[in-house]
């Protein structure tokens, strides 16, 4: 039996054709939809990158783990909480990953064989390394029972496609440059615009026209499915397509406007926090299924150890991988094979980074609490009635302010029961020490001349015009 579970970073679902998207960014990973199993409403629990793995390889929610924030040297993660890589190791798999996420973590690492770090002097990372790293490993491995991890960044920012891939998603007649286009305005006079800039805009350059942005992170996406269908290609002539259960999810989405963030993940929102998830193993599972109601990336864990329970591969002791106590996840079986249509009728949502928030999502309304909005400015309630306002443009919590109320009283039972009388980790994290990235804030800050708290009290002091930006 082999696995491989792929993280497509920052991929959001809306921007795949199998979701509906009308632009050519995912043939092959509509073919792979079609010859497996697609879940329509998958939703990151936590966000972003870290909080969303750590979750994923333990199948336990931040509350659950301790792990709540992205960044923070706060968070740890127990050596005795059960990994999913440690367990197929023990179990006897062979363990490998093409990842870097252990610069992040230590415990990334844990339970893997073979470790090959995908990261090089940037800190974004071509799918085609990742590709170049894993297909001689598979090789080499393909007679054995194996775990591979493989993670590709390439949706992620900066968004720098190669330029042969672009004409696809913005047409060549326009020039994204032009100082007449203005659409760049908000981005680029936003108060949070300073501590993006490096980063997100140097790098692709002075451009004026925020559909640009959006061609290329299409173009990005294309060019990761490119990457995908090479490895797919790859397992065809080892041999082993029909043998490998392959999962493919995405961490978080990707906010494009929406909201007034700009290129990146934070925020509670449906682009950031629903995900693409998708599972193909041929004979074991059904083709072409489609799954309506909700489940978490925290459900892949148990999937994948009720999968080769039910395989009972050679040599492995499927005994071995029970489900450990107290997971959140529950297994996507029922619904894979058509007993069920989700795994659970609310998600609840987190995230502490840019921004410090918690939110509860059901079939039809979405709730969201912010604890601290960082650089950005947010009411401290929302609510928003998916079903009439799925792009949550209307903020309910004031005229629905029942429902509101009862939805946070909701939030906040449920946090309190998952704590069972620990400390809130969210809480600690604000206390001592700030949001995750304020430090990274303050630096910036400090080399204009300010400080937290006279930006808080005046951030259009640190705003940057686009003339400014087109100077410089």
Known sequence: MKIILVSL??????????YGYPKPTSPHLDR??????LFERAYAADIPTEVAHTGI?????GLTTGVVSHGSDLAHLPKTTPWLP????SAGFTTSAVDNLYQLKEWFARGYRYYMNSAGGNRWIDGRTVNELAKPWIEQHKDESFFLFLHYWDAHTPYLPPDSYIPDF??????????????????????????FKRHHYDLVGPVTDSDYYGALYDAEIRYLDDRLKELDAHLEKLGIHDDTLLVLFGDHGESLTEHDIYWDHCGLYEPTVHVPLIMRWPGRMPADRRVSGLVQQI???????EAVRMEQPDGIDSAGLSDPAGMDGRSLWGAILGESDRTHDQVYLSECAWQAARGVRTDRYKFIRTYDSGPFSRPLREL??????????????D???ELAGLFERQLETWVAGKLAGREDPMKRQLREAGLPFRRRIEQILGGAGMTWEDWRRDPRRERFDLAAHRRH
Do not use: Q
């Not at 440690?86 to 190791?89: A, D, P, S, V």
């Not at 913005?170 to 300073?194: F, L, Q, T, W």
């Open 384 to 397: 928003y009635d998916l079903a009439a306002d799925p792009e949550e443009t209307v903020n309910l919590a």
């Open 86 to 89: 440690t367990m197929l190791r």
């Open 299 to 305: 459900d892949i864990m148990p999937t994948i150890l």
């Open 32 to 37: 792979i939809a079609s010859e497996g199993v």
């Open 9 to 18: 970073d920052t991929l959001r679902a809306s921007r795949l054709g199998a």
């Open 399 to 401: 005229s629905m302010a």
């Open 170 to 195: 913005y047409d060549s007649a326009r020039d994204p440059y032009d100082p007449a286009n203005g659409s760049m305005e908000r981005a680029y006079n936003h108060p949070a615009y300073p501590f």
């Open 57 to 61: 390889f333990t199948g336990k929610i």
